[in-house]
């Protein structure tokens, strides 16, 4: 147990120097074995971010958010799913009504249903105005069960782009591999192991 609070000491050291603002860092993978613990360190890494931000926060914003990434039984990712769990961590009013919409001779139109472009515009602009500095998803791997990698890496690396948000996910070795050959991502990242 000594061994493991050591572990989890190192992790919040680098994880403080990668969360500066003057840190270029966009995506932080936590990885490590099946059954160390690393929910539990997820909780305790959204603690310790909260404390460390929390004197900083203004009013209205959301400086944390802490999300799992669905594990639905899908035969696909669904976007839809993962996108309404960010909204929800935020607290994000309305998300069942987030709906795009178009301008036809002066008449706003909205479509009838939500969709996921409708949900990524909602998250980037709750990202902007709600000041999220971390985005930490947990169980990240259940994002690359599906294989389609490169769609999975371009939405991660747009998501860092969007905002000032930084991303923090974790997850088993799977995420190594994947952010490690997609260069788009492997460079804006850093690679935390806890064991």
């Not at 603002?21 to 971010?49: F, S």
């Not at 709750?126 to 999220?132: N, S």
């Not at 890496?153 to 998501?159: A, E, P, V």
Request: glycine letters at 6%.
């Amino acid at each position: 147990i000594k061994e493991n609070h050591l572990e989890l000491e190192m992790i919040r050291n680098h994880l403080s120097e990668l969360l500066a603002p003057q840190n270029d860092t966009k995506v932080i993978n936590i990885i490590g074995p099946t059954g160390i613990g690393k929910t539990t360190l997820a909780t305790r890494i959204t603690e310790g971010v909260v404390k460390q931000i929390n004197g900083q926060a203004e009013l209205g914003t959301c400086p944390v958010l802490f999300v799992k990434a669905p594990a639905n039984g899908e035969k696909s990712l669904s976007w839809t799913s993962f996108y309404n769990r960010i909204l929800n961590a935020a607290n994000e009013p309305a998300v069942d009504a987030k709906r795009e919409f178009e301008i036809n001779g002066g008449i706003m139109k909205f479509s009838s249903k939500t969709t996921v472009h409708a949900l990524r515009d909602a998250i980037e602009s709750m990202l902007t105005a709600r000041k999220v500095k971390v985005v930490i998803v947990d169980e990240a791997f259940h994002l690359l069960r599906f294989k389609n990698y490169t769609a999975v890496m371009d939405t991660i690396k747009s998501l860092a782009d969007c905002s000032i948000a930084k991303l923090i996910l974790i997850g088993d070795y799977s995420l190594v591999d994947v952010a490690s050959e997609y260069g788009q991502v492997a460079r804006r990242s850093e690679i935390l192991h806890y064991k």
